[in-house]
């Protein structure tokens, strides 16, 4: 039967201070696991090549963002099993599928994202790349070895994502974008770029990212039907926080753009904030890039790993240590190899075909009596949850025929 949470009124302070805590940790973990360094460049691309037009593909992401998230969340909340869990026992086997997805998706980006921290410091401190990843692992590292692990990553991507909005919002407002436009174009655009929208989609919600809340919840003992409108509610902050930072950022590119600059396609991001606010931004986007990149190694990390808990007890009783293990070796990829480009393609091709898996599976989950006990799951999110579904296989599918070629 599923799991039940505490009724809030029997809680005592302490723990409801906590309870609020790892709530609002688990929406910046999931928020800033999606605004890694690969976000800030679909951003600051597309924006360039569809303008104001761009606000149109982030406002049906944003739809489709809380039709996919919510769908998983409530499903895990009610259940009190992970990601995995639910898949075997929708279909034997499934979860064991489920994970090795997640975790090669998980493991490839990690390796982008480490890569991303130390051009970074790069940036804004002039240290060798190399270098600088291993820094930046080496403080990822450091909060999962501290006693309270849950606690510390929850405060640090709290801090981080305040940080990322602030100096992305600073920039934003000195390239003085035509926000009335944006607007507009938001509801009347003058292209409609389907890719665009399931790239987003599948960047802000696919793979690992829209479980890394989910589980950092059941690690928090937060599950049950009576925990259902606070996660609810949780899921909407997670959404609303990277949805903030990809309109801020998207507001930035538009400025910069509008006024006839051309954005260099080694590195557009650096582009905007060098343009809107000199050296000054140059050095601001090399902040802004480690952080995208330290939030996202560490929740993809844990995340990652958390697909492997259920598995067998080693996984579970030392965790911890195969985070570490986890951010070790793609900081290691990285340092020996570099951006090991064929190995980040591959990882989009499969990555493109996550989503629709997973959600597949929670929606299956739902007709599950012995999941979800007497849960009656809303027909509206059962709908966007199939719409959604289909939509990102048929355009993963294509994505990943179209990568083939590159990767023999």
């Known amino acids: 039967m599923p799991n039940s949470s505490k009724d809030n009124s029997l809680l005592s302070v302490k723990d409801q201070k906590s309870r609020r805590r790892s709530l609002i940790g688990a929406a910046f973990l999931m928020a800033t696991s999606a605004v890694g360094p690969g976000f800030l460049t679909q951003t600051a691309v597309f924006t360039e090549s569809l303008l104001a037009s761009f606000g149109?593909?982030?406002?049906v992401s944003i739809i489709l963002d809380i039709g996919a998230q919510l769908n998983v969340w409530r499903i895990i909340t009610v259940s009190g099993m992970r990601g995995q869990e639910i898949a075997n026992t929708v279909l034997p086997g499934l979860g064991y599928v489920v994970a090795i997805f997640i975790v090669i998706g998980g493991l490839a980006f990690n390796i982008g994202n480490?890569?991303?921290t130390g051009l970074g410091i790069n940036v804004f401190l002039g240290l060798d790349p190399k270098?600088?990843?291993?820094?930046?692992?080496?403080?990822?590292?450091?909060?999962?070895?501290?006693?309270?692990?849950?606690?510390?990553?929850d405060r640090i991507v709290?801090?981080?994502?305040?940080?990322?909005?602030?100096?992305?919002?600073?920039?934003?407002?000195?390239?003085?974008?035509?926000?009335?436009?944006?607007?507009?174009?938001?509801?009347?655009?003058?292209?409609?770029?389907?890719?665009?929208?399931i790239t987003i989609v599948g960047g802000t919600v696919g793979g690992y990212i829209t479980f890394s809340g989910g589980h950092r919840l059941l690690d928090a003992g937060i599950t049950g039907k009576s925990a259902i409108p606070e996660v609810s509610r949780t899921s909407y902050l997670g959404i609303g926080v990277a949805s903030l930072v990809r309109i801020l950022l998207f507001l930035a590119v538009l400025g910069v753009v509008s006024n006839g600059v051309s954005l260099d396609p080694n590195n557009p991001a650096a582009t905007v904030f060098q343009s809107a606010a000199g050296d000054i931004g140059y050095r601001l986007f090399g902040v802004v890039l480690w952080v995208a990149g330290i939030?996202?190694?560490?929740?993809?990390?844990?995340?990652?790993?958390?697909?492997?808990?259920?598995?067998?007890?080693?996984?579970?009783?030392?965790?911890?240590?195969?985070?570490?293990?986890?951010?070790?070796?793609?900081?290691?990829?990285y340092v020996i190899i570099g951006q090991a480009a064929t190995l980040l393609v591959l990882a989009g091709a499969v990555n493109g075909l996550i989503l629709p898996l997973t959600l597949g599976s929670m929606l299956l989950a739902t007709r599950n009596k012995k999941l979800m006990g007497d849960y009656k799951h809303p027909v509206w999110l059962t709908v966007l949850g199939v719409i959604i579904v289909l939509l990102t296989a048929i355009f993963g599918i294509r994505t990943l025929f179209q990568m083939l070629p590159q990767l023999f």
Request: charged share 10%.
């Open 158 to 197: 709290n801090v981080l994502g305040a940080l990322l909005i602030i100096l992305i919002g600073y920039v934003m407002i000195v390239s003085q974008p035509p926000v009335g436009d944006a607007i507009y174009r938001s509801f009347v655009p003058l292209e409609i770029d389907i890719y665009a929208i």
């Open 114 to 116: 480490i890569g991303g």
């Open 56 to 59: 149109f593909v982030i406002l």
């Open 295 to 333: 939030t996202s190694v560490i929740g993809a990390a844990y995340t990652s790993v958390s697909f492997f808990r259920s598995f067998h007890k080693v996984f579970d009783k030392y965790y911890k240590y195969w985070i570490i293990a986890f951010i070790s070796f793609s900081t290691l990829v």
């Open 131 to 153: 270098i600088g990843a291993v820094i930046s692992a080496a403080i990822a590292i450091f909060i999962f070895l501290s006693k309270e692990a849950g606690a510390a990553m």
